[in-house]
């Protein structure tokens, strides 16, 4: 009886842990295709850096580029071939236009070298949207540790033009005794947390899923938004910026002993939907999916890219910078 | 004297009629329960000796059949048999001939007149060559019973695990219930129970399907060609009939398996008028997650607790107002409840800390039927349904904290919600002027609320509440208009037509999508033996389903169409030769190929979940093609019975953000697929079945290591090797006084033990070397459930 015993348990035991299964094999998949970056910007010539995911033939990075051509169109109209130059200091080639961008401008974007497929990419130069007011209030509270600023900013949407924004913001801290010789002031980032959650305009906000999976904070650094909801409106958004050690309470080292606090906020509009918004962090790494795609349970997600037959990021860009320079409050600020 | 006459006329009459009922043909003794009629004939031409014949359309709506007849003649079982239907036979020497009964010859109270023989249309259709040579191209039958013999898997039996044993239904993943037909996605078929559509077809992330066997009465499966009355998917057409309660006495049942129990109830509350069936499963996976969890968090230190369950509830009445009308109503209910809650006590931070997050998903449906026949050649079919599914994710997390004599407090409350409202409308018209035409057409209005991602915050960070509503709340209203007709023409004996055509037109967002869709049919029968058929479909179907993985998941959402993907469109031609030798055998090899536009694809570089992006921006359009040849061999008489089925498939897909453009494998082009089902009757308690299944691996995609941080839109580049399985299932009958019946099914899934990946993944070595780590989840499974019929 007991020999049958071991036998049935020997049994589900083979079958039970037999679930594992690793085959070797040996695949050749490489696909090499060549890459595209540059960043379009209004009243600019464009600086193209062409590279390939892997090298054919053992090339060189320099053959690459020596052996490449990159085409350039505006609006369907043929402008000209990018030439190529050598940065003797860095070692590093990149292919220069000599026309200059304007805004509303339709590029075309073709790499062609021997053994690559051609690459592609078409996008335009987005307009301006300038920045109206600014205004960035500082609190300090040292009863309970915590500093932030509650800030707002109004700009004017470009009428019946479909615009997409992507906003950043920037806290400085300068030391004003800690300058350069030229009497420039250091700036210190600081790591913060950008609240900006009651607006309806923008895309993205975390989701049940994304704070099931402690994902919440990879966001909050930008958001993006169109107008959809704002066309050829003047609009007001108002946001906070939380300075506070989430591990300690306080603010960071240092921080209560500064006299002035500095904002930079980069305001962009750009051509294409999704641009920054896919190629940042989360999307390109994949959280959710990442997971389940490294484990087979999905497919794989891949980072930004809009190269057709080939890969990279070509995207328009204007910047609009305000610059806030306030005296950090040394009192404790009640709600 | 003339008194005399009239009453020995009238006995004369009488003992026609007695004789017709009583004294014709031959005696026969037989007792089935729940069996298809089309299998209680097939037991009277063995009795018999007589080889029966019918028009092809006569038994569809015919019922299974509960009977047991002792020593009676035949006739006295025909018309056992056929009481309630506009059936009559006719006996000769070699032929018992069914035929529908004419207008002139209806009578309620006398279901028996002579018919002369000459009025007979008498097709060749023998009844073990009807499904093969008279129905469309791929399209199946099957029945409640046939389900529940293949063998099954945690004593449940499944439907979807049924068709997956057919000819051109690509597994999917192993062990769950994908169902991808002749290339199609997993959302392109349509699963309509009693007229109503059900979106969620799955419990436990595809191991189970949401349809209960039991209350099953028939099943049509359309694969190939699909009439005009059916709209809204691409690829197959499931159309299930539920049970209808029984209108003389009281029955029911149990079941009781691994994980899960049923209780089945039937009946009358008017005898001949009303009745009633019901049926209840659920799961009991719960009562041993708790407990395997409590002593996990035990173990670990932790304080994790959850729970996991599944219910379903099918519900029918029906109604017979008359002779000429009758009234049902279905109800089916299906849902998935997973909830887990975690407790953190901080002492020494003086913190307490919880979260919880609970997921529900699933269907409720109803709908009400009215059929009416205003006429042997008018009848009439009124459907109103409303399908109701949702996916609700909650979850929460609070934390306290006492530091300083300051009382802090930091909580988020979270619901996201998806779903979809769908109710129609639906009249449709059957006009059979003549034994050449059976013409149908209706008319369907639908409304359909979307709502893919809706998302509600409550928050509180140091005590400040917000509250936040994703942009997208609002429904999406589609509105879709269905018009149909379709004749079933037969100009000569051999050749018979099916054209239909069907106009929809789908209003989203001040946007109308139009389409029309041809479908027709040509069968040809060559002789007794011998027929070809001919078959060309046009699909539309308005929504998508985005899967957040392979698995089924309740972050799975319905999207409807829009401006940047527009309604998918398959164009399906279909063709194949079947040829019937005898009795026993059946062989058929249909050839198909079908082109789609407009497929939906998450564009290579989004999220697979719901983010907040818009989901309209995260899809990319391409089309897709599918061909392949299928053959099938049954055996549906004597002891062993069962079929033999082989694919050879192609499927592919072609979008501009993949493979620069060209056409690639689908995830789920299995090349070859061999099915063998079969099932052998010892005797009246024990039968045996088997099934075993070939296919070719699925698909997967393998980055290159020197390419992992590039985008790499090379998808299904490696193809996993073949998959094969044998799942065994034996059923012990045990005949119990007055009808009862207890059964045992013993069941073993994947009985060698074949290592079948569910996942699969790719690990790097040097070079071009890689490891491909497959996790197979189900190994040999053994189960048991006992059934109890009254």
Not at chain 2, 235 to 255: A, E
Not at chain 2, 335 to 352: E, I, M, Q, R, W
Not at chain 2, 472 to 492: A, I, Y
Not at chain 2, 645 to 656: A, H, I, N
Request: with cysteine; glycine share 6%; proline share 4%.
């Amino acid at each position: 009886m007991k020999s049958r015993l071991y036998l049935v348990c020997l049994v589900c035991v083979l079958a039970f842990s037999a679930c594992w299964k690793d085959v070797w094999v040996n695949i050749d998949i490489e696909n090499p295709v060549l890459e595209i970056n540059t960043m379009l910007v209004p009243d600019s010539v464009i600086k193209l850096r062409l590279d390939a995911t892997s090298y054919l033939n053992g090339m060189s990075f320099r053959e690459l580029n020596q052996q490449s051509d990159v085409r350039l169109w505006v609006n369907d109209e043929f402008k000209e071939s990018l030439r190529l130059e050598h940065d003797a200091e860095w070692e590093y080639f990149y292919f220069i236009s000599d026309y200059r961008l304007r805004e509303t401008d339709r590029v075309r974007l073709e790499a062609r070298c021997k053994g690559y497929p051609d690459a592609w990419v078409e996008t335009e130069v987005p307009s301006l949207v300038p920045i109206d007011t600014f205004i960035t209030v500082l609190h300090n509270d040292t009863v309970s540790g915590r500093i932030w600023a509650s800030c707002e900013f109004r700009f004017t949407d470009v009428p019946a033009e479909k615009n997409y924004y992507a906003f950043t913001v920037y806290p400085e801290f300068v030391y004003p005794d800690s300058l350069t010789d030229e009497n420039t002031p250091i700036y210190n980032f600081y790591p913060y947390h950008l609240y900006l959650v009651s607006d309806p305009v923008f895309k993205y906000i975390p989701t049940t899923i994304e704070y099931l999976l402690g994902e919440e904070e990879e966001k909050g650094t930008a958001l993006f938004f169109d107008d959809s909801y704002i066309d050829g409106r003047t609009y007001s958004i108002r946001f906070s910026l939380d300075f506070t050690n989430p591990y300690w309470g306080g603010g960071y080292y240092g921080l209560e002993n500064l006299d002035s606090l500095k904002l930079l906020l980069n305001f962009s509009s750009e051509s294409l939907s999704g641009y920054y918004s896919n190629v940042s962090h989360w999307a390109s790494k994949g959280m959710l999916e990442g997971n389940l795609s490294e484990v087979g349970l999905a497919d794989p997600v891949s980072a930004y890219s809009n190269v057709h037959q080939g890969t990279g990021f070509v995207w328009g860009l204007a910047v609009a910078v305000w610059e806030n320079t306030l005296p950090f409050p040394k009192d404790s600020i009640s709600e | 004297m003339i008194l005399r006459i009239r009453i020995l006329i009238i006995l004369w009459l009488i003992g026609m009629c007695w004789n017709r009922v009583m004294a014709t043909g031959p005696i026969v003794s037989f007792s089935v329960r729940d069996m298809p009629v089309e299998q209680v004939l097939l037991l009277l031409e063995k009795q018999t000796g007589l080889q029966v014949s019918f028009e092809s359309s006569l038994l569809e709506q015919m019922k299974p059949v509960t009977l047991s007849v002792k020593k009676q003649t035949l006739s006295v079982c025909l018309y056992e048999l056929f009481q309630g239907y506009d059936i009559d036979w006719q006996v000769t020497d070699s032929y018992l001939i069914l035929k529908r009964r004419r207008l002139a010859d209806y009578s309620p109270k006398d279901s028996i007149k002579m018919v002369s023989l000459q009025e007979f249309v008498v097709e060749a259709d023998s009844l073990r060559r009807s499904f093969a040579l008279t129905n469309e191209p791929g399209k199946e039958l099957l029945s409640g019973n046939q389900i529940r013999r293949l063998p099954v898997f945690m004593g449940q039996p499944d439907l979807i695990k049924t068709l997956q044993h057919l000819p051109g239904v690509a597994t999917g993943t192993e062990g769950l219930s994908g169902m991808y037909v002749r290339g199609g996605n997993n959302d392109e078929n349509l699963f309509l129970i009693d007229g109503m559509p059900v979106y969620q077809i799955n419990h436990l992330g595809g191991l189970f399907s949401a349809f209960n066997s039991d209350v099953i009465d028939k099943l049509d499966f359309y694969k190939g060609f699909f009439p005009a009355r059916y709209e809204g998917r691409l690829s197959s057409v499931t159309d299930i009939q539920t049970k209808s309660g029984n209108m003389q006495s009281w029955h029911g049942g149990f079941n009781i398996g691994l994980i899960q129990g049923l209780l089945n109830l039937e009946g009358p509350l008017v005898k001949d008028k009303l009745s009633v069936h019901v049926s209840v499963r659920r799961t009991w996976a719960d009562l041993l997650a708790i407990p395997t969890l409590a002593i996990i968090s035990k173990i670990n230190k932790e304080t994790h607790t959850g729970r996991y369950s599944f219910h379903d509830i099918n519900a029918r009445m029906d109604y017979r107002h008359s002779d000429r009308s009758l009234w049902s109503l279905s109800v089916f209910s299906g849902d998935d409840v997973f909830s887990l809650t975690n407790k953190v006590n901080n002492n020494y931070a003086n913190a307490k800390e919880s979260n919880h997050y609970k997921v529900r998903w699933g269907n409720l449906a109803a709908s009400l039927n009215w059929r009416y026949r205003l006429s042997d050649h008018f009848h009439t079919l009124l459907t109103a349904s409303y399908t109701r599914y949702r996916s609700k994710l909650r979850y929460s997390d609070e934390e306290y904290s006492y530091v300083d004599d300051v009382y802090k407090k930091n909580s988020v409350f979270s619901t996201m919600v998806s779903g979809i409202d769908d109710g129609r409308i639906t009249a449709q018209l059957e006009y059979t002027p003549s034994s050449k035409h059976r013409i149908q057409g209706g008319l369907s209005a639908r409304l359909q609320a979307f709502r893919p991602e809706y998302e509600e915050i409550n928050q509180i960070e140091e005590s400040v509440p917000t509250q936040i509503r994703q942009k997208n709340v609002q429904r999406m209203l589609g509105n879709e208009t269905v018009l149909f007709v379709e004749d079933r023409f037969t100009p000569s004996e051999p050749l018979r037509i099916d054209a239909g055509i069907s106009l929809s037109s789908f209003y989203l967002d001040r946007t109308w999508y139009w389409s029309l869709q041809p479908r027709f049919s040509l069968r040809y029968l060559w002789n007794e033996r011998w027929s070809a058929k001919l078959a060309y479909s046009r699909m539309h179907q308005a929504v998508h389903q985005l899967p957040a993985s392979y698995l089924e998941l309740p972050t799975d959402i319905w999207l409807p169409s829009c401006s940047g993907v527009k309604p998918s469109v398959s164009d399906h031609v279909s063709t194949g030769v079947y040829f019937s030798p005898n009795r026993d055998y059946s062989f058929s090899m249909e050839g198909y190929f079908k082109y789609i536009q407009h497929l939906a694809d998450f564009k290579p570089w989004v999220n697979r979940y719901p983010d907040g992006m818009a989901w309209q921006e995260k899809l990319t359009e391409g089309v897709g093609r599918a061909y392949g040849l299928e053959w099938m061999a049954r055996k549906e008489t004597g002891k062993l019975t069962g079929w033999i089925g082989y694919t050879l498939s192609w499927s592919e897909r072609k979008f501009d953000a993949y493979n620069m453009g060209h056409y690639f494998p689908s995830r789920y082009d299995n090349r070859h697929k061999v099915n063998i089902v079969a099932s052998y009757k010892f005797n009246e308690k024990i039968e045996l079945n088997a099934s075993w299944f070939l296919s070719s691996g699925n698909w997967m995609t393998i980055v290159p290591e020197s390419q992992e941080d590039w985008p790499y839109l090379y998808r299904n580049n490696y193809q996993l090797p073949f998959n094969h399985r044998l799942d065994l299932g034996l059923n012990i009958y045990r005949k119990k006084k007055k009808g009862r019946m207890g059964i045992w099914n013993i069941s073993i899934y994947n009985a060698y033990c074949q290592r079948n990946p569910t996942i699969a993944w790719a690990e790097w070595s040097e070079g071009t070397w890689v490891k491909i780590r497959q996790l197979s989840l189900f190994p040999i499974i053994p189960s048991f459930s006992y059934t109890y019929k009254f």
